[in-house]
């Protein structure tokens, strides 16, 4: 693959936006639609071309990027639905489906195969990395898909992240990306726990996390998304939680995996536990806040304590 393909970008939120402008940077041709008008300006001022429509821009296309909110949005994108039609009907044969949503591994699936039957290749390549990443161009790639469809991908998806794996068959991607976030979630929200108890006895917080780094406590959260406010520069704990990857999204990612465990009739009690407590966060009115504030979740009990 080279820059002169033509890429449809469709999904220019968050994440969708500064991955699609990392593809502007790396001069590729693209054209962006989104359901918001001032997310497709912002990419036409930085080159973009804008279309009317996801059939629209679409047309011609080598690549077609997705990056969605949920496998409703994924389905019927590309399968139609019964007020519009789906872009199966429209897109060329030669053209390769990425969706980096992070949708339900069944969906993925039933999207992937709709498109193998009518001879359009496709990956699932859902992200991990936060806006931090995605504007950075830093992001971690999960793919799930045949390994041709996947060194096809290569050239695009180098341009937007710095690691990419192949996890396995179509499905996978999801699959993988749930798993990684379900730990994640447990990883926080232990982190947070902990740090809270040293706290209640009148420890330093940063004395304590430096303490756990070089100790078998060590973990991502620690190293690098600290959740005790004013412990570590530059994330979101230190900025009233604001940014990053929202409560509402890791409960959303809580919920995916616990509907994968019921399928597959996997034990996963401490994913239930954490699902539990984000969603208690959430329903505080902490949902668009960034998912280390599940640290105050256990300040603010002790405090009332």
């Not at 019921?262 to 902490?286: C, D, F, I, V, W």
Request: net charge neutral; proline share 4%; charged share 15%.
């Amino acid at each position: 693959m080279q820059n002169n393909l033509k890429i449809a970008f469709i999904g220019l939120g968050n994440m969708g936006g500064p991955m699609a402008l990392n593809l502007l940077k790396a001069k590729f041709k693209l054209t962006v639609f989104d359901l918001m008008p001032q997310a497709v300006a912002t990419l036409v001022a930085q080159g973009a071309t804008s279309a009317k429509t996801a059939i629209e821009a679409v047309s011609g296309a080598d690549v077609v990027i997705s990056m969605l909110p949920a496998g409703k949005h994924v389905d019927a994108l590309y399968l139609g639905s019964e007020n519009q039609a789906g872009l199966i009907s429209v897109l060329d044969k030669k053209c390769l489906v990425i969706d980096s949503s992070t949708i339900d591994t069944a969906t993925a699936q039933k999207v992937g195969k709709a498109l193998a039957e009518q001879g359009i290749a496709s990956i699932d390549a859902p992200v991990s990395g936060g806006v931090g990443g995605a504007t950075a161009g830093t992001l971690t790639f999960i793919v799930g898909g045949e390994k041709v469809h996947f060194e096809q991908a290569l050239p695009v998806l180098n341009k937007m992240g710095k690691n990419i794996f192949l996890a396995g068959p179509l499905g996978a991607g999801q699959t993988a990306k749930i798993c990684n976030n379900m730990l994640l979630s447990v990883l926080m929200a232990g982190t947070s726990e902990a740090l809270q108890l040293a706290i209640d006895n009148g420890l330093d917080p940063k004395v304590v996390s430096d303490i756990m780094l070089q100790s078998s406590g060590r973990n991502w959260t620690l190293e690098l998304y600290n959740p005790c406010p004013d412990v570590m520069p530059n994330v979101p704990s230190s900025k009233g939680y604001k940014g990053g990857f929202m409560v509402d999204l890791m409960k959303k990612d809580l919920g995916l995996a616990m509907d994968t465990a019921t399928k597959s009739h996997s034990s996963t009690p401490m994913g239930e536990l954490a699902q539990r407590l984000y969603s208690q966060h959430s329903e505080q009115g902490n949902g668009q806040l960034d998912f280390s504030s599940i640290f105050t979740l256990f300040s603010n009990q002790s405090k009332k304590s």
